[in-house]
């Protein structure tokens, strides 16, 4: 099956609108859904390399209750908690998952 992905761009500030992460969804080998993210560190001067982003993405993946359970403990960082939230709605869409 397809992965669905989706590019986090930076919101405000000086380089508004350039890619600073990435969020995506993609089918397991269990069968389950995995969700993944990655986020470059722009304070340190990072810049968003595509590929490596999809790389440590994938190697992220994790399934929804991992994912939540991430969450309540602030694990995952606040840029892209939003991403992810949209990602799960369109991800359970696509694989026709409950």
């Known amino acids: 099956m397809k992965t ?3 590019f ?3 919101k ?3 380089y508004k609108g350039r890619r600073v992460g990435v969020v995506m969804a993609f089918p397991g080998n269990d069968g389950e859904v995995r969700y993944g993210y990655s986020l470059c560190n722009m304070k340190s001067g990072d810049c ?3 590929d490596f982003g999809l790389n440590l993405a994938e190697s ?3 399934t929804v209750n991992e994912l939540a359970k991430r969450t309540l403990l602030n694990e995952i960082p606040a840029t892209v908690r939003r991403d992810l939230g949209k990602m799960v ?3 359970e869409s696509y694989y ?3």
């Open 4 to 6: 669905l992905v989706k």
């Open 89 to 91: 709605i369109r991800a």
């Open 8 to 10: 986090v761009h930076r």
């Open 12 to 14: 405000t500030g000086r």
């Open 96 to 98: 026709h998952t409950i």
């Open 48 to 50: 968003f390399n595509r």
């Open 60 to 62: 992220r993946g994790m």
